[in-house]
């Protein structure tokens, strides 16, 4: 065993217990861990993690932890650099449906198991949407966010602001239920697929040449606009006015 001396940042209080909370700390730990290994058994996800020092110089999760290591832990940080593109796990069907809204590539099956979307998360690079810690501990999954809101429109808040989804977002450019790109639909192609009040009212349609759906700008549509200029107005990164 070695002990090292540990501090987490502030935003990273609540995965900690009570006793390490804004404060330094003394832990044993394994020997050879590393500091991903260190981190994670004190129950902070690598994904939640931006910078660390060790003993004031920068470190990665790879290095080893030893005897008398004093290790500071930072937040992660947004990095404009890495695609958006996420995958939200079984339990976040909302908000895949909401991001799929803003126009913003989400995959999600209630059905995927957890190796299955580790799998995907590895293969793809795509950002692990999920309330399940022991998930994103996993180390395929290099990309990921605990997503700490209970209902759905302040999970979307949350992302959003993570993100700096604002200046991103697309809104009504996929399909909600199959993640394809909306193709532009001729009214009159319409006829007889919609509702002939729909085709009275509307003169714009979008179609999803995966599931076959039809969209129109209906007082739904309006009803999520306004949802989703909320929550892009909660976005301290956003630059919209």
Not at 199 to 218: K, M, N, V
């Amino acid at each position: 065993m070695s002990q090292a001396t540990f501090r987490f940042a502030d935003e990273l209080s609540g995965f900690l217990r009570p006793g390490h909370r804004g404060r330094a700390f003394v832990q044993d730990c394994a020997r050879a861990a590393t500091l991903k290994n260190a981190i994670e058994a004190l129950g902070v996800p690598h994904t939640e993690v931006g910078a660390l020092t060790v003993n004031g110089e920068p470190a990665t999760l790879q290095r080893a932890v030893r005897d008398g290591d004093a290790v500071e832990v930072a937040a992660y940080r947004y990095d404009a650099s890495q695609p958006l593109i996420f995958l939200a796990d079984a339990h976040l069907g909302g908000l895949a449906r909401f991001l799929r809204m803003l126009g913003l590539d989400t995959l999600h099956d209630p059905a995927w198991p957890d190796a299955e979307i580790r799998r995907i998360a590895h293969g793809e690079s795509r950002i692990v949407l999920t309330r399940d810690r022991g998930l994103l501990m996993c180390r395929e999954i290099a990309r990921g966010c605990y997503v700490r809101a209970i209902r759905v429109e302040a999970q979307l808040a949350e992302v959003v602001s993570r993100y700096r989804l604002s200046d991103e977002a697309r809104p009504f450019t996929l399909c909600l239920c199959c993640n394809v790109v909306l193709e532009k639909f001729p009214k009159e192609k319409a006829i007889g697929r919609v509702p002939e009040r729909v085709l009275e009212l509307h003169q714009d349609f979008t179609h999803c040449s995966a599931c076959g759906r039809i969209y129109w700008p209906g007082t739904h549509y309006e009803r999520m606009r306004h949802a989703l200029d909320r929550i892009r107005g909660q976005d301290p990164n956003s630059t919209q006015v």
